[in-house]
Structures are given as C-alpha cells and as structure tokens.
C-alpha cells in the first residue's frame, strides 16, 4: 500500500526501508510523544495519537507484540466471568468495544465465534449461568451499540451433544450457547502499528529505551540502543508514554523509582490440539476452581487454556511447565469421552498478564482495569486492562498526553478509523471468487489471505505477479504461501526469522516440529530483503532450531523454576551480521 486515498498521509508500509528513515527521523526531530512499547496498548496509543495530528514515534525493544500481545486467548469479548465479581462497567466497556471491532475497527481481523457453558445442575445452575449470560447479551445493547453476533440459547444436553458429541454424556445436564469473538493478536498488533504508520507515525522495532532524557524533573525524550547495529542516539519529545506492560515497573526504574503504582505478571498458557482430536461444532467454556478454561476454535486446530498463576522469573519467555500442561489436560479431559494426552499437543504458548498489584496474594483475583498515570512531568504511564479495551486505554492515555502538551489536541476518533485492510473489506470478501479466477489462487487461499490482510490482499498478489513461485505454499507449513513470508519482511516490519514463524504466521505452534522443517526454506526467503550473508541465514535457522529445543525441555519440567532455567538455555536472538 503505498499511500492513503483517504488521507494521503502516507505508507504503511514497515519494511527495512522505513525502519532506517524512522530511526534517522527519531535522531533530527522533535515529537510531541513517543511511546514505549510495541504491543496492542502501544500501538494502540500510536494510532490514536497520530490521528488526533500529533507528531508519533514508537520504540519497541523486541519484536512487535513479542510479549503478552501475541499470547493471549486471542479472544475479543466482554469478560462473562466478572459479571460474577459484579463488575458491570468493566463488562458494558468490553462488549462495547467489541461491536466497534466486529463492526467499523476491523471486520477484517475480528470475527463472531460460538461458545458452549455446560451445566451440571439441572435448575440453578441453568438459571444462574442463564441470567449471567442474559445480562452479557443485554449490556452489548446498551450505550446504542449492537452486539454484532447471535443471540445466546439455552440446550438440551441431547441439543448439546449434537453439536458437540466429544462431550462425555455424564458430565452435565443441558448446556448454555453464547457468542463472543476471536482475532490473532499479533496479527491485529500489526494492522493497528500499520495505521498509525499510514497517519505519520515513526516505528522501530529492536530498538530499546535504555534511560531518558531530562530537564530538571521533567522527562524531554529518550536514550534508545538499535540492537541490530548497536548504535545509541536520542529521541526529543514533549511527551512520553510508557506502554510496556509487564515492563511497566522496569521502565519507571529508569526515571528513577518505580512510584506509586505496580505491575505484577500472572503467566497463562495455552495448547494447541488438532480439530479432529474434539469433535464439536462450537468452542466450549468450561469453570475450574480458580477461573475458566477455553476450548477455542482455531483454524484446523483447537487452542485450550489459560492457567493463572503468578510469575516473577523471565518476562521475555515465560515458560510452560509440565504442571501447566498437566493442569490444562486434566480440565478440559474432565468433560472429553476421548481424553486428550501429551501426544496430542502439537504446540505450547506462555504469556503474561500485566495486573494491577493490589492487596491479594492470588493474580486471579487482581484487577484487569487499566489505570493512567503522569508519575512525573513529561511522562504517561499507562497500565493494566485486557485486549479488548485497548482502544479505551490508549484513548485515556493520550488524553493525558494532551493535557501535558500546549495548545489545543483534537479529540480521540479511532471509534470511526478502519485498521488499514479494513476499509472495503466486505465488498471484496464478496468478490473472492472472482479474485480467485483473476489470481489463479484457489478461492480457499484467497479466503485466508483476506482473513489476514484485508484490502492489502492485494499487496499480496502483486507480489504472485511478479514472482509465481511465492504463490505456492510452504513445504511442511501449507496453510501459508511464501509469499506471507516475503510480506512479513518488507512490509510487517519482520527482523528475523523467529518474528515471522512465531508472530507473522503461527507456525511456531501449529505444527508439530514447531516449525522447525520449514526454517531454511523461510530463512532463504527472508535473506534477500533483510540482506542477509549466508551466515546470517545459517545463523537464523540455527537460533531457531535452539529456540524450539529449549521450549521443548522446559515443557517436560516439572514446575516453574526448572522450566525456567530451561528455556534460558536459547540464546537471544542475533543482531545483523556483517556480511
């Protein structure tokens, strides 16, 4: 996409190319905010910021939502489970933005997925689950916004097996079928930097905040490290906001003490389990003692989690113990009358809540509100809160900026602004078949690229155009084209191999060697836009060869201190070699 026909701002286009033009317009100028962080509340801030006409930059330290924002539920909804802790406003908030997503944000990359709440009880259970989700579907009214998915209904257990006959006849009664939605999270993370880009933001991946710069007591900018050349350099702002989840605390170090408010990390994982080893119709919620368990339509897979339990060792990979896995197995295996083992698995996924610290021991029971903070002149710290509300989040939070900054800031208006892909999407949802005849792509893999990029699809096809081959699928990854994998590289900001098979696609957890067949075949398609020697390349597949091994011993360890230590055992990833 090289230009907006609405706006005509610019690209958002993140490939080498623009990443060099950032970081050297990041060293020249001024901006009225930089963020901090390059996940779904940092991007999020970027885009609201640029589309309210401030001047944006972006500093991610890692890969683009590398951490707790590629490792989610990957689920868009209103939080069912906090109308129990009688949390209405939270709930009302999350189904609203939900709508908003479904509907205007990101049709694109946001789409309805059915659930099913199995009862045990024949009359209060149905009638307390049955209120709770009545409620759930009465808030999304609410506020003049439309659900955006079906209306719930209660079943029969008959009714229920029907639609899911991998459930064990005796383990409940009748059943409750209600719709949230689901998106892949780092892919929106993606759309959503995408669109600040488009609007003038300045984005940099691999490149680290390592200290500020300050006037007296108030903060004017950073320092920041390129950790592909190893170069520092500094980044003027009249605002800064610190996006950076469970990092908060880290970051507030570098001013010069955490303050007042802290971040605790509560680690979740999740399985992967191919579709045919449950056979349903519909994704299942099914309540544990502390919390609830997923069982989440995924493609050709099922995802099931998430654990919660309080995490304070590595933040940058957080690993997934046998006892996590065994935990999950033994839940789900509860109501499955073909229990699933650990041969079943085919991939594995920890991520990391970022939570309010409060007074309770439990991170299940601390707070997924967000909360905006300026701990000193110049600097927004903004924190906590869920996926869903990230528009709302990043909204306080350049409201705050705003009241930092002279003169007058426009109002938020990302409510109105389609993600890049967005814009027109059902118009050509509509054509693929016709797109499929034009391409010569079956209209499958035109359904798949749309579900992906959206409008952009044609980036994608151009791409085929000019080199056929890319049109073909990966050798041992078939579900994506190579040419997803060149698209990766020169426009999705993509630095290395492990950013494309564990974030641009999900390779790393769909297949069964985790990806690792398709590393060279992946790596030689990155080499020519990245520049890559030969060494490079080698050195690529090799880390991630690594990677993988070191996740795979820590997921036979016992508990969280071996598992640790374990996937410590891989090396970070390399910066650019010389070639």
Not at 386 to 400: E, H, N, P, S
Not at 423 to 444: C, T, Y
Request: hydrophobic share 40%.
């Amino acid at each position: 996409m090289t230009g907006s026909p609405v706006t005509g701002l610019g690209s958002s286009r993140l490939g080498p190319a623009e990443r060099a033009a950032a970081l050297d317009r990041m060293g020249r100028e001024e901006f009225d905010v930089v963020v901090v962080g390059g996940g779904i509340v940092g991007a999020g801030a970027a885009l609201d910021a640029a589309t309210r006409g401030l001047s944006v930059a972006v500093v991610e330290a890692r890969d683009f939502a590398s951490g707790t924002s590629s490792r989610s539920s990957k689920l868009i909804h209103g939080g069912l489970r906090y109308l129990e802790q009688y949390n209405f406003d939270l709930v009302r908030e999350a189904l609203t933005e939900r709508a908003l997503l479904l509907q205007q944000i990101a049709p694109h990359l946001v789409r309805p997925v059915p659930f099913l709440l199995p009862t045990t009880k024949r009359v209060w259970e149905r009638t307390y689950f049955g209120a709770g989700v009545a409620l759930y579907d009465a808030l999304a009214f609410q506020m003049g916004s439309t659900r955006g998915v079906p209306h719930h209904r209660h079943l029969s257990r008959k009714g229920a097996l029907k639609l899911a006959p991998s459930l064990r006849r005796d383990a409940f009664v009748g059943a409750i079928q209600y719709w949230d939605a689901q998106m892949d999270d780092a892919r929106y993370v993606m759309m959503a930097l995408r669109t600040a880009a488009e609007y003038g933001a300045q984005i940099a991946a691999r490149t680290q905040c390592v200290g500020f710069l300050r006037e007296g007591e108030r903060v004017t900018g950073l320092r920041i490290k390129d950790l592909e050349s190893g170069t520092h350099s500094e980044v003027r702002a009249k605002q800064v906001v610190n996006a950076t989840g469970v990092w908060t605390d880290d970051i507030q170090e570098l001013v010069g003490g955490r303050g007042q408010i802290h971040v605790r990390a509560s680690k979740g994982i999740h399985l992967v389990v191919p579709k045919d080893r449950i056979h349903s119709a519909t994704g299942l919620i099914l309540r544990t003692e502390k919390s609830v368990l997923f069982v989440i339509p995924w493609g050709r897979h099922w995802l099931i989690g998430t654990t919660d339990t309080a995490w304070s060792l590595d933040k940058a990979h957080p690993a997934a113990s046998r006892a996590d896995i065994d935990y999950v197995l033994e839940h789900v295996n509860s109501v499955l009358n073909t229990p699933l083992t650990h041969d079943d698995v085919e991939g594995v996924y920890a991520g990391l809540r970022p939570l309010l610290s409060g007074e309770r021991d439990e991170t299940s029971q601390l707070s997924r509100e967000h909360i905006v903070a300026h701990p000193v002149p110049g600097l927004v710290l903004v924190a906590g809160g869920k996926f869903t509300t990230y528009r709302v989040m990043a909204k306080d939070a350049i409201d705050a900026v705003a009241h930092g900054l002279d003169g007058k800031v426009a109002e938020s208006c990302t409510d109105r602004i389609p993600l890049v892909g967005g814009d027109g999407f059902q118009a050509m949802w509509n054509a693929r078949h016709r797109l499929a005849g034009i391409s010569g792509l079956h209209v499958a893999r035109i359904e798949h690229l749309l579900k992906r990029y959206g409008t952009l699809v044609d980036d994608l096809l151009e791409l085929i155009r000019d080199k056929p081959d890319l049109g073909k699928p990966l050798n041992g990854a078939d579900d994506y084209l190579r040419a997803e994998i060149v698209y990766a590289a020169s426009h999705e900001g993509a630095r290395h191999l492990n950013d494309v098979l564990a974030r641009r696609t999900r390779i790393s957890i769909e297949a069964w060697d985790r990806g690792i067949g398709v590393a060279k075949e992946a790596a030689d398609l990155l080499a020519p836009v990245l520049g890559w020697s030969k060494k490079q390349t080698d050195r690529e597949v090799e880390y991630y060869r690594k990677r993988v091994e070191a996740e795979r011993d820590s997921q036979d360890q016992h508990g969280d201190q071996e598992a640790d230590a374990s996937r410590r055992g891989a090396p970070d990833i390399v910066p650019t070699a010389t070639p």
